[in-house]
């Protein structure tokens, strides 16, 4: 069973340019999370998305930032016209119900030149 | 809302001696309390949680964990340290039914 898989790895982009950062959940779970981990700092909670559907959106910035989830295909956080403080680490991380444990993805390295 | 917190920014630790990595919590209700390991470059691994039961938690790679209500702590335990186990260690506890709030984490090395 394929853990939580996070793509790209790493990814580089210049300011004001798009960012797109995916995610496939382990096999059998249909929820999803994505965390933000800061330099020198814990994650914190960003989007839960299931299917089709935003369900708490609470942590992500107000703009330039957005989730989803579709029927078919990996999770999307999308950064628009990312800026030096986008740079961070994104973690996805994947449950089958939203009570049980969630296991993350290797993350994704964005580095904002 | 529900919160935690590492108090020691590093611990260092011999090979073969017992680690304790700290975390306290404070919650409204019952506590849903998790670790998680971060090895350089990759993400997080679940090592265990406590949800309800025994106060004493057993998890991956000999690790355990002891739930102390009286004192609101959850510290992270093992016997016998490997320098393999030198990592980034996250408490974490569950603040509504699914959002994860973390602390910030204690940087774990242990010398040969």
């Known amino acids: 069973n394929a853990g939580v898989m996070q793509n790209p790895r790493h990814l580089v982009r210049r300011r004001g340019q798009e960012a797109r950062l995916r995610c496939s959940p382990m096999k059998g779970h249909s929820h999803v999370y994505w965390y933000r981990q800061l330099p020198e700092e814990g994650l914190k909670f960003m989007v839960y998305l299931q299917k089709e559907n935003i369900i708490d959106e609470s942590g992500m910035p107000k703009e330039r930032f957005s989730a989803e989830f579709p029927k078919e295909g990996p999770s999307i956080l999308r950064i628009q016209q990312v800026v030096r403080g986008d740079s961070a680490a994104y973690f996805c991380?994947?449950?089958?119900?939203?009570?049980?444990?969630?296991?993350f993805g290797p993350g994704t390295r964005l580095t904002v030149l | 809302a529900q919160s935690v917190a590492q108090p020691e920014d590093q611990v260092n630790v011999a090979e073969g001696n017992p680690l304790t990595v700290k975390c306290t919590y404070s919650v409204s209700g019952n506590p849903y309390l998790f670790w998680y390991v971060q090895y350089p470059n990759r993400g997080l691994q679940f090592l265990l949680k406590y949800i309800t039961g025994d106060n004493l938690v057993k998890g991956s790679y000999g690790f355990e964990a002891e739930f102390n209500k009286s004192q609101t702590s959850f510290h992270l335990k093992k016997p016998s340290a490997l320098v393999s186990d030198s990592a980034l260690y996250f408490c974490?506890?569950?603040?509504?039914?699914?959002?994860?709030?973390f602390g910030a984490g204690t940087t774990v090395t242990v010398r040969a």
């Open positions: 991380a994947s449950s089958p119900t939203p009570k049980d444990t969630q296991y």
């Open positions: 974490a506890v569950r603040d509504t039914d699914y959002k994860l709030s």
